[in-house]
């Protein structure tokens, strides 16, 4: 059976108010957590110095854990294992749906996290299996001898937990329980801290961008701030959506725009650029440019392969729906290459953290061409250009001089060249 974790002295004050005395030893850890603890930058360094520090004062701690839920879109947790004898913390990450996976369910986080335990402690090597959790078989065999697991509560009252597991022939002591669990509201308050910074991170970059998320927090916020880049700009365009958004029911509709920026999203991403926003069924997306002519042509080489992949992924969704008798969908692809001013724009108490001027239009309007062209993907003259002296010059060719809306003068316009549409 489990063992509830031993607990410190609760003593009384003149007043009749319980409050909770640390150990000595504990009032040791917790000093240290609050001074050289605090200056840990994030989770991993924090867990590496605690558990240092742990066994500097003599607890066998060889194993530890942080279980820290996230408020994610798309990762339900992050789990923190630190051993002893390894240099680097390991991060894992759990999606969504974890929860409902028997492994979790028979766990000592699951009985903390959903069942409302305060902890558990099972003296591996002195008790005999069957043990209630799998994770415990799992550790005998690794040569454990002791586990715990405590709730971390946060400011906010959701659970957290934090793990420890010893090697030691003894395992825990009674007075090494005590510890761990004393320094647990110091711990608490530690890894709240930094767990709310890398939500507030994982939002930012899940909403206005990785880049966008770090000027944020870098402070750059007020209204009219800004500086301007060079940059590969991508638009990209659903074509027929507003049918579609006429005859499907609503789950149907946010399932099918979800797929599309899945492979537009995703192709962008995975080259490094950065995804500024959706607009209803288009997307906006820049590469920043730095110094250098080599730059510039790597950026619009990945942008041209970003584009090639998410037209390739098209084909492959459209060969799908073909196979259920479904309408076939479109999408037109813009490239530029040039400067926009990037910061902070909107009303006083709504802000907008995106790109502006000439090229941004110049970008969209490109991909309204595409529909006239009956192309797939259309780039900029001054795009095409930065690719002349490169391996993809014969990648795209002139398809001739436009007129774009907004502007008084035509545009010279380039696609795919017949090489690479036949690939």
Sequence with gaps: MADAVEQGEEVRTPGGSVVFEPSPRAARAMAWLLTAGSESANLSDLLTLLAGHLRDVGAPLDRMTLHIRLLHPQIRSLIYVWRSGEQAVEVIERKHGVELTPAFRNSPIAAITEGGAAGVHVPIGRVPPPYPFEI??????????????????????????????????????????????????ALSSLVEVRALRLLTTNLLDVYVGREAGQRILNGDIRRGTGLTVSAVLWYCDLRGFTGLADRLPIDQLIALLNNYFDIMGGAVARRGGEVLKFIGDAMLAIFPVGEGDGEVRHKCALALDAAEEAIAGMRRINAQRAAWGQPQLGAGIALHLGDVLYGNIGATDRLDFTVIGPAVNLVTRLEELTRNLDRQLLTSAEFAQALADSDRADALTSLGQYPVKGLGYQVEVFGRSETARAR
Aim: net charge negative; hydrophobic share 40%; no cysteine.
């Design 136 to 185: 415990l078989d799992e550790l005998k065999e690794q040569g454990f001898t002791d586990y715990a697991a405590m709730a971390m509560t946060f400011s906010s009252g959701r659970r957290n937990v934090a793990t420890f597991a010893s090697r030691a022939r003894e395992g825990f002591s009674t007075d090494d329980l005590t510890l761990l669990y004393d320094i647990l509201p």
